[in-house]
């Protein structure tokens, strides 16, 4: 029996040194991510250039969205000039331009039709006033017979003349009534037609809004997008107004990072602080260079409020590389470890 139950100890003791797992030789990715604050590189001075609006309204055309698709972008690291193209997003609104452009057609053919038209219509009227006119001025004179015909006929021109007065000025009114109802009907037209080509010019804007280009001259740096958790590629989808792409004054890189408020007594304007890949080992110094004097909550800072730490406040902070690895670029992410 007592054999039989120490045989039974040692094989229990075989069995719990098997499961005991061996000490790992170095970190693991998943421990190396979870250490440090996070960041990414970014220019050192810089114009964020955004994502545009993804907006169209256009008479009944009207379409929205909060997101919008990058067509096409300068590669990173590009030297650009001022005025010159950076980027371009989708714009989805083409049908809408042979609508605009039908209805701005047929909008001017009927307005130099209502010219054509009115012009018409006034000289007729304006013939008939001036005849109604001459035939006024013919009763007139023939009501001065008196004494050359007879009492009875002398009223019938004198009758006569008081019609054509009546008849002339009804000619006239009715000249001025039509010259005044053509000009309203043209200033109608007009501004119908003024409106679509305002519509035009809007479709441009639109359209004119989707390509982004550089406000100075300076290097083209991608920037990190909160949603993909990852720096900038074509073809990307991302909220409207998003710092996409910076252009920056020159090559000189920097991280931004987040530190939770109860860990800021480790962080100073001045210190160094070691930066790397959230997988790798190797690190690059950097030097605080500002600290943000208010902190904000760690969600809109990293723009994704589902995050567990979402409702935590951070203050952000900047710090400057001297030599950076050839592995840092701007838009990537890192971990920062004071």
Request: contains cysteine; hydrophobic residues 40%; charged residues 30%.
């Amino acid at each position: 029996m007592r054999k039989l139950c120490a045989g039974l100890l040692l094989l229990v003791a075989a069995c719990a040194r098997r499961s005991m797992p061996a000490p790992a030789a170095q970190e693991t990715r998943a421990s190396l991510s979870d250490k440090g604050f996070f960041g990414r590189v970014t220019p050192r001075s810089a114009t964020p250039l955004h994502a545009p609006p993804n907006v169209f309204r256009i008479k009944g055309w009207n379409s929205r969205s909060n997101w919008i698709k990058l067509v096409e972008v300068v590669a990173d690291g590009t030297r650009i000039e001022a005025g010159k193209e950076v980027a371009r997003f989708e714009f989805s609104h083409e049908d809408a331009l042979p609508w605009i452009k039908k209805r701005l057609a047929e909008s001017q053919a009927e307005l130099e039709s209502a010219r054509s038209r009115t012009a018409e219509d006034d000289r007729a009227k304006s013939s008939n006033a001036a005849l109604a006119a001459l035939t006024r001025r013919n009763a007139e004179l023939d009501t001065r017979k008196e004494g050359l015909v007879s009492d009875r006929d002398l009223s019938l021109l004198k009758l006569a003349l008081s019609r054509a007065t009546v008849e002339e000025g009804a000619a006239q009114s009715l000249a001025t009534a039509g010259t005044a109802a053509g000009s309203s009907e043209l200033a109608l037209l007009e501004a119908r037609a003024g409106e679509w080509k305002v519509a035009f010019d809007r479709y441009a804007e639109y359209e004119r809004k989707t390509h982004i280009a550089a406000p100075r001259a300076g290097w083209v740096r991608y920037g990190y997008l909160n949603h993909a958790r990852r720096k900038l590629q074509k073809p990307d989808d991302m909220p409207s107004g998003t710092p996409f792409v910076y252009v920056a004054e020159d090559e000189r890189l920097s991280v931004e990072f987040y530190v939770p408020e109860h860990r800021t007594s480790a962080i100073v304007v001045g210190k160094a602080v070691q930066v790397r890949l959230p997988d790798a080992e190797k690190r690059a110094p950097a030097t605080v260079r500002t600290i943000a004097p208010f902190p904000q909550e760690i969600g809109f800072l990293r723009g994704d409020d589902e995050l567990p730490d979402a409702h935590e406040k951070s203050y952000v902070v900047v710090a400057d590389f001297e030599a950076p690895p050839a592995t840092f670029s701007s838009g990537i992410e890192v971990r920062v470890e004071p």
